[in-house]
């Protein structure tokens, strides 16, 4: 459709002229007005098509040719912020980040309460991997917030981003906009109460259990009850065993609380180089994609070895729920002697490595309704069951992920 000469070409538009020709408007151009209006419906469905197009490609994993559809309906329907929103996320799967972001901030200009540019901004500055960018992610979902805009997705987001800090940092941007309440003339002021239960506290300063069998690792409570205090460790102190109960038991606390499984890759920080430098932080990388295809898996596990190597990495811990796995399913056509878990039972995997070892877990969690728990953590033979290649480069030998399942 060559939308550009509608104003001047005659448009077969049949019954439509004569009902809207009247007295008033006679010897007015209807007939152009009809063809211009003709021309936007026509622009409008072939917008359509190459959106549709564009949905396919992306869902069969073909994110250049999604990208490049989008674009033709963009063309088209300039003002289309939906378009902008799905080809932001095609141009993330594509590692285009820059253009992922450009194509958020035009969605977010063209419809500010459109929860979604919120939510692939945040995941586009996110994927840069730097500090100051996640800070600013945070920052996005905090202010789309404040704008009102619907919470639950951005939440979910928020979490995966920065973890149990970012549920603290609504509750007190929540609690600065709420009106001082008037004080009683005759109460005499209290402070504020504390919060029962065990605190939460950002993964870079929470403390580790003793780490002796991770099969018996103490499950999170899910009361009010005080919890016994652990004695405080460095994280960078802890054996890789002792790493992952602590990633674990993090992992099942933020499930409890809402859950959610995220995926990610916990890394484990080298020990500071001096006592004059700050703690390190543990590496914390969201890796959602990862395990859709063999393609997104096994460039993940490069990326993840890039961030490992940078960062001095003494262990990596690798989390994802069983029941967003599409690639791949390791626990199918086994045995009930090396799978004790039947295949419909969700629960999370734990892939734990450092460069002289690996081994495997999977925590069974049971979920009906509002009702949540956590079942056994079960011992997994690591040839078996590696859901994802090695993050070190010196354990490549260790491989066990078969990419042709």
Not at 7 to 34: C, F, W, Y
Not at 226 to 249: C, M, R
Not at 334 to 362: C, I, N, T
Request: aromatic fraction near 6%; include cysteine; proline fraction near 9%.
């Amino acid at each position: 459709l060559a939308h550009t000469d509608t104003h001047t070409s005659s448009l077969n538009i049949g019954p439509l002229h004569s009902p809207r020709r009247s007295a008033r408007s006679a010897g007015k151009p209807v007939e152009v007005q009809l063809s211009w209006q003709t021309g936007e419906i026509g622009m409008a469905e072939e917008s359509e098509k190459h959106k549709a197009a564009g949905n396919d490609f992306f869902k069969a994993g073909e994110h250049l040719k999604a990208a490049a559809s989008y674009t033709k309906a963009i063309k088209l329907q300039p003002e289309n912020h939906v378009l902008y929103s799905n080809r932001s996320q095609a141009f993330l799967k594509l590692n285009k980040v820059i253009k992922a972001l450009d194509d958020a901030d035009k969605c977010i200009s063209l419809a500010p309460d459109f929860v979604k540019g919120y939510h692939r901004k945040a995941n586009a500055l996110h994927a840069m991997s730097e500090p100051a960018k996640t800070d600013e992610a945070v920052q996005v979902l905090l202010g789309a917030l404040r704008a009102g805009v619907d919470e639950k997705e951005l939440i979910r987001l928020g979490v995966q981003i920065k973890g149990r800090t970012f549920v603290q940092l609504v509750d007190a941007q929540r609690k600065a906009a709420e009106p001082p309440a008037a004080a009683e003339p005759t109460a005499a002021a209290t402070p504020p109460a504390k919060p029962t239960g065990a605190p939460a506290v950002p993964p870079e300063t929470r403390a580790a259990a003793p780490a002796s069998a991770l099969a018996s690792a103490p499950l999170p409570a899910a009361t009010s009850k005080p919890q016994p205090q652990v004695e405080e460790k460095p994280i960078w102190q802890l054996d890789p065993e002792g790493f992952a109960v602590n990633s674990i038991q993090w992992v099942l606390k933020d499930f409890m609380a809402d859950a959610t499984v995220p995926t990610v890759c916990y890394l484990q920080p080298a020990p500071p180089k001096s006592t004059a430098e700050p703690p390190p932080p543990i590496g914390h990388v969201n890796i959602g994609p990862a395990f859709s295809s063999p393609e997104t898996l096994v460039n993940c596990a490069e990326f993840l070895r890039q961030q490992a190597a940078g960062c001095s990495a003494q262990a990596a811990v690798v989390v994802v729920r069983k029941s967003t796995i599409s690639y791949p399913c390791v626990w199918k056509g086994k045995g009930k002697a090396d799978w004790p878990v039947g295949d419909k039972d969700d629960g999370v995997f734990m892939q734990l490595e450092s460069p002289k070892m690996r081994m495997m877990f999977f925590t069974v969690l049971k979920e009906k309704g509002a009702k949540r728990s956590v079942g056994d953590t079960i011992p997994l033979d690591a040839e078996q069951f590696a859901f994802s290649p090695a993050c070190f480069s010196s354990a490549r030998g260790l491989e066990a992920v078969d990419l042709n399942q």
